[in-house]
């Protein structure tokens, strides 16, 4: 998997509002009513961050329900417990075009 890098906000900056606005839209065509939030170190100036975007995704509690299709990522990560990291990076990338990719058909 390689030593971990780090880079300075700025060089990440551009990138990562980028990819956030593009996945708030898909994410919103989904779920209309959840508060969708840049989180991480892309989001906060002056960080050091390995470069990765981190979204978080509320729902109020009385949708949740409708939101829970999401249950699909957490049993994602329990098959990867303990196996190579590189290899759950791939299938989790897999996983998310495969979910923002129905919202674009859908639409």
Known sequence: MGNVRFHSYEEVRERAEEAFRGHHARLSSL??????????????????????????????????????????????KARWEGRPMDAYREEKAAFFERLLGSVESEG
């Open 31 to 76: 779920l209309p009513y959840a508060d969708i939030q840049h989180v991480g170190s892309t989001a906060i100036p002056g960080a050091r961050t390995k470069g990765d975007l981190d979204i978080q995704v509320r729902v109020p509690p009385g949708r949740f329900a409708e939101a829970e299709r999401l249950a699909e990522y957490d049993a994602l």
